[in-house]
């Protein structure tokens, strides 16, 4: 690892290049024809250990890797850390559905990889057919990433299917239903690309008397529940993989699980999630919008909505929704974002009351907790 460090905000010019690193000779060959077939995409090597890896990419460095976390000679976190220090690159994590997998590939995420993607283990006929897009969608995604923004918060398409808009799955909210004012107060939370390490610098600095949180990280199933129990750990709040009934109370925070949609409820004077199965909206499961529809629906004026970092327009029309529903709405700013496509829709919708760096968002949820106490 001997490489002079450089730094750059990774602007790809051409094809993305890729490089494989994964133990397993069949699967690296499944992920290099899968992304091979994209012609914006060109797989410039693979590797079975982060030694060989190394070795090719000093050679040509790759926009982009895609990495196992469980190898011989050397394991997928500890090249990462290396990769992070040395030369900055993004890395999409290829890991299992297991439980062992979710939890190292939330310590990999943890140390500055980019995105995470379910590793086919068999029925490769299958994964070809039906999740051929999600490799192919993060890779571009990774490759559209400043990896300085990555650096400073550690340190504080192909086959898709149809897309779904949030207006094809809910009706949108009679704007004469929304919740008049109470103080009992929530806070919603939509991100993506990045928000693993965004959502832990606000989540980190938030105190037992923040009102109750829901929040929507488009990310796999079972990796929810490893990046919970990851941030209640290390967070003062309570933070919990969102189980169907769950209260939404002060001090909590509700991840969505991956593979369902989250709605709030309101029963009586109390907020609860609904956990349920359905569509992709966005080509998301969960989506954000689907989560901000329903807290305009259920809880309108009582709830402060905030958008982050992620890439695509997941959560625009369902922040719209909020604000128009008398909700206070936030953005992350362009500047701390590591891909500033969600915000970015939210803006152009009109969604937006307070544009705010990353930084700033956890304070601000602490004034609006205080001016409704």
């Not at 086919?120 to 039906?130: A, D, I, M, V």
């Not at 001090?251 to 969505?256: F, P, Q």
């Not at 939210?346 to 106490?373: C, F, M, N």
Request: proline fraction near 5%; charge should be neutral; charged fraction near 20%.
């Amino acid at each position: 690892m001997g490489q002079t460090c450089r730094e750059s905000n990774h602007t790809v010019t051409g094809k993305i290049k890729v490089m494989l690193v994964d133990d397993s000779a069949v699967v690296r060959q499944v992920l290099a024809a899968v992304l091979s077939k994209d012609a914006e995409i060109e797989v410039i090597g693979s590797a079975p250990d982060p030694i060989f890896a190394m070795d090719k990419m000093n050679q040509s460095w790759p926009d982009v890797v895609v990495l196992d976390v469980e190898m011989p000679r050397m394991d997928g976190i500890t090249f990462l850390k290396k990769l992070m220090s040395v030369r900055p690159t993004p890395v999409v994590i290829c890991s299992t559905l297991t439980e062992k997998g979710a939890a190292t590939s939330m310590q990999a995420m943890a140390a500055g990889a980019v995105g995470i993607v379910t590793k086919p283990k068999s029925g490769l006929k299958g994964f070809l057919e039906q999740d051929e897009g999600d490799i192919v969608q993060a890779v571009k995604s990774a490759a559209q990433i400043d990896m300085r923004r990555i650096k400073a918060m550690s340190m504080a398409s192909l086959n898709t299917p149809p897309k779904l808009t949030i207006n094809q799955v809910m009706p949108a909210t009679d704007k004469a239903a929304a919740m008049v004012v109470t103080t009992n107060k929530l806070v919603a939370i939509g991100t993506s690309t990045g928000g693993t390490q965004a959502l832990e610098v606000v989540l980190r600095n938030l105190g037992r008397t923040t009102p109750g949180i829901v929040i929507v990280q488009h990310m796999p199933e079972k990796f929810t529940a490893a990046f919970a129990e990851r941030l209640n750990k290390i967070c003062e709040i309570e933070v919990l993989e969102a189980k169907n009934g769950d209260r939404v109370i002060d001090g909590r925070a509700l991840v969505a699980p991956g593979g369902k949609h989250m709605q709030l409820k309101r029963s009586g004077a109390q907020y609860h999630v609904e956990i349920t199965d359905g569509p992709p909206v966005n080509r998301h499961k969960p989506s954000v919008d689907v989560l901000f529809r329903s807290v305009a629906r259920s809880a309108g004026a009582n709830a402060l909505g905030i958008i982050m970092t992620g890439m695509g327009d997941d959560g625009a029309l369902g922040m719209l929704d909020m604000h128009n529903a008398g909700a206070e709405t936030i953005a992350q700013d362009e500047k701390s974002c590591v891909v500033y496509g969600m915000p970015r829709e939210a803006v152009k919708h009109g969604a937006v009351d307070t544009i705010v760096p990353l930084t700033e968002i956890a304070t601000l949820i602490g004034q609006y907790a205080r001016r409704h106490s």
